[in-house]
């Protein structure tokens, strides 16, 4: 089992930047991989960024290519998302997960989520 908290959300306007954490405890948090999601109101939970186990490979939403950036930190067991030229239609809950790269298998580790609100 992995805990996950999510941190770092807040009202922005559009073209701002905020950075969105995930702190791990548990299990082992350089034994997986892991990824940014997203949920709008009235829409399906979306995987927008992921990162491999070391690091070396990230893979990115069209919706997010060139805007976002994920990254972690294995000694502090974090996860980060940073989030430029925010737009309103990034508005949603943030969630961070483990999961499995190339088969997408999220494991059941949700946190909370973090809210993030871009304003035009």
């Known amino acids: 089992q992995v805990q996950l908290v999510e941190s770092g959300g807040e009202l922005v306007q559009a073209g701002g930047s905020l950075r969105l954490s995930c702190a791990a405890s548990?299990?082992?948090?350089?034994?997986?991989?892991m990824g940014w999601f997203r949920q709008a109101p009235g829409k399906e939970r979306e995987l927008i960024a992921a990162i491999t186990k070391g690091g070396g490979t990230t893979n990115y939403a069209d919706s997010v290519q060139g805007r976002f950036t994920i990254s972690r930190d294995n000694s502090k067991n974090t996860m980060y998302l940073q989030m430029n030229n925010l737009k309103p239609e990034d508005t949603a809950v943030y969630y961070c997960n483990a999961l499995d790269w190339g088969s997408w298998y999220e494991y059941p580790y949700w946190g909370q989520g973090t809210q993030v609100t871009v304003s035009s």
């Open positions: 548990g299990r082992t948090f350089s034994n997986y991989a």
